[in-house]
């Protein structure tokens, strides 16, 4: 019996190893296998420019900011017309950066308004083991077989105004794929079923808003107050899977499997969009915009847990944009306008400050001790993960800048550029 345990036990680490492999040659979440954009056991390059490590690159036709995700040897990535009214889907071939779909999902003969910052398709696509998720928002959400590539189902009857354009990417969990509408109008999670699309719940956020003028029942200071562009985060809280949610004015954990709202933390601030990150049994949560924080809270909490769960604020040096990454027990971020920290995860002590320069949309890459920090000029930063001190490894260059967060195949480095898709790698001496 013991030498039968033993055999099970083996076998379990060689499937779990097995799992992790996998994981590591893939990047189905625009934060990457883990969702919170850090990889092991790659060897990225870390310097390079148009003329040194690259492997291709391609053209994107259109506009759109969405995040390249990767999966059996291939990219995918979201764009459209910069009017809004044509929406694709691109799949790209990992190895040759040939492109092996570009087909219009939607056309939209009224599109909504969106800020000439964002896009038309700045949701990023979601991989499970079988199908690709692509969202564009409101105006619609599809499933594609990820062999195939046939279309499976469509959406396009979610009633949200995004006000200055979609940004929450889709989430998959269990038999479900979850979306978030955090528009001017309603302020909703749903969640459709994989295969068919069909709705299974919808939960609508239980925010005061305070803001309703008593003769128009209308925001008095506007959509951009209701508005949230995050994408949730899954953490298992004493055995209970919970769904971290950003919203406007709030932050939200769910009961993934029914919507059912566990807890809640209030704040001032709205139109958040980094991820949120989980680790030492917190999260830590951007606010969003105006006077901007970031929240280092307990997930432990039922019900309204704004006065007992935030174990920290930090005020200067919140990112907005660019979600965070975690490294030996250090929490590092950069700010849109080019502030890196090092912080304490349990304190919110800021233990460096370096001003390092750029505007900053893509969220942080953590690999091997190294970040990588992705301006909207081309210029691409890499410091040490080191909380003695700011050390800059390498800076590279490329024509045009990333709006969009990168993903990571094998021992290279899949960008998306406002103009280009790339594959970066480092070259091998014959």
Request: aromatic share 8%.
């Amino acid at each position: 019996m013991k030498i039968h345990n033993r055999v099970l036990i083996g076998l379990v680490c060689i499937m779990g190893l097995s799992r992790l492999a996998i994981a590591e040659t893939s990047w189905p979440d625009y934060r990457g296998p883990k969702q919170d954009g850090s990889v092991n056991g790659v060897d990225l390059p870390l310097q390079w420019s148009e003329g040194n490590q690259v492997m291709w690159k391609t053209v994107v036709h259109g506009r759109g900011w969405s995040s390249p995700i990767v999966a059996d040897d291939q990219v995918w990535l979201t764009t459209a017309t910069p009017d809004g009214r044509e929406l694709h889907v691109l799949c790209v071939d990992a190895t040759s950066g040939k492109i092996l779909l570009d087909r219009k999902l939607f056309q939209i003969a009224k599109p909504q308004f969106a800020h000439a910052f964002n896009s038309y398709a700045s949701p990023s696509p979601l991989i499970d083991s079988s199908h690709v998720y692509v969202s564009f928002g409101s105006p619609g959400t599809a499933c594609l077989d990820l062999k195939t590539h046939k279309t499976l189902w469509e959406r396009t009857d979610l009633v949200c105004d995004h006000f200055r354009g979609a940004g929450s990417s889709p989430f998959v969990y269990e038999n479900l794929i979850i979306l978030t509408m955090d528009g001017a109008d309603y302020q909703y999670l749903i969640a459709l079923d994989k295969l068919t699309g069909n709705t299974v719940w919808r939960t609508d956020r239980s925010t005061d808003f305070g803001d309703l003028d008593p003769n128009t029942g209308l925001p008095k200071r506007g959509g951009d107050f209701r508005k949230s562009y995050a994408t949730p985060v899954l953490v298992e809280v004493k055995g209970q899977s919970q769904l971290i949610s950003p919203g406007a004015k709030a932050v939200f954990a769910y009961d993934p499997r029914t919507g059912k709202e566990i807890w809640t933390i209030r704040y001032g601030n709205h139109s958040s969009a980094a991820r949120t990150l989980v680790g030492h049994e917190m999260a830590f949560i951007n606010t969003g915009y105006g006077k901007a924080e970031l929240l280092g809270i307990r997930i432990d909490g039922k019900g309204d847990v704004t006065d007992t769960h935030i174990v920290w604020r930090l005020r200067k040096g919140a990112p907005n944009k660019p979600s965070p990454v975690l490294h030996d027990g250090h929490l590092y971020t950069v700010t849109d306008g080019g502030v890196a920290s090092c912080i304490n995860p349990k304190t919110g002590e800021v233990i460096w400050q370096a001003r390092i320069g750029g505007e900053y949309s893509a969220s942080l890459l953590l690999s091997k001790g190294n970040i990588y920090c992705f301006d909207q000029d081309g210029t691409c930063l890499v410091f040490q993960a080191n909380p003695k001190e700011f050390k800059q490894v390498s800076k590279s260059e490329l024509d045009d800048g990333c709006m969009s967060s990168p993903a990571v195949f094998l021992n290279s480095l899949i960008l998306r550029t406002k103009t280009h898709l790339y594959r970066i790698q480092k070259r091998v001496n014959k």
